[in-house]
């Protein structure tokens, strides 16, 4: 079956410390997505990468970073820098050749910081 | 400016129908989304409709598009109690590449 995966589900933290969220996807799709969701708020855009080895801040990069070397993974890391980094990070994909642009979304990892 | 807004709860009663509106402002998005999340979980695209649209259906789904006052709406038929949820309204970015500007999601929920 083809989809996205987001492991860990549930991710825990020590504040200083550097973590890594992964993201895969076997669409085939060229172009990824990370969100951040925090409680009632809507989702919004850390980075995005429309092909391979490239990507693009989204609207809130700053405290996180990426990388794109392959094109099924698009892992995230939440750095130390990241002053608020407790929320909720949904992975996306989508094929830009569809007309609709629609995104896939993965099943979220849940990052607590203490 | 890019904003989507959307009332952030609704309470009906199993068996009736359910609205859920939605406000956008960049008058140029191409496609406008539900997607619907329950707990714990990503985000499920229900449908979409093209900005040159002004209705379509499927099944339970009506979407109903009013470009001229920006509106959005999404009607559940018969709304289930496996209908509860968090109903996520989006629209394309005209910026260039796949952005899609989300609202905050009305929660949806249904009783007996």
């Known amino acids: 079956d083809g989809g996205i995966t987001q492991s860990p589900k549930y991710l825990f933290r020590k504040e200083g410390q550097n973590v890594t969220l992964s993201c895969e996807q076997n669409l085939n799709h060229d172009a990824m997505y990370w969100y951040r969701q925090d409680p009632g708020q809507g989702l919004r855009l850390i980075y995005y990468s429309q092909i391979v080895n490239d990507f693009q801040k989204g609207d809130i990069a700053e405290g996180y970073s990426v990388s794109r070397e392959k094109k099924e993974s698009f892992p995230l890391t939440v750095t130390s820098a990241q002053k608020n980094p407790t929320a909720f990070y949904l992975c996306a994909s989508s094929a830009p050749g569809t007309k609709a642009y629609e995104q896939y979304f993965g099943p979220g990892t849940r990052l607590t910081v203490t | 400016g890019e904003d989507v807004e959307q009332s952030l709860f609704l309470s009906v009663r199993e068996g009736d129908s359910s609205v859920i509106n939605c406000t956008y402002t960049d008058s140029s998005s191409t496609y406008l989304y539900w997607y619907k999340q329950e707990p714990g979980a990503g985000l499920q695209l229900l449908t979409y409709i093209f900005s040159n649209m002004d209705m379509k259906q499927d099944q339970r789904l009506t979407v109903l598009l009013n470009k001229k006052d920006k509106h959005l709406s999404l009607r559940i038929a018969d709304t289930q109690t496996g209908d509860s949820a968090i109903y996520f309204c989006?629209?394309?970015?005209?910026?260039?590449?796949?952005?899609?500007?989300f609202g905050a999601g009305t929660r949806l929920a249904v009783h007996p």
């Open positions: 989006a629209e394309t970015f005209s910026g260039g590449y796949n952005k899609l500007i």
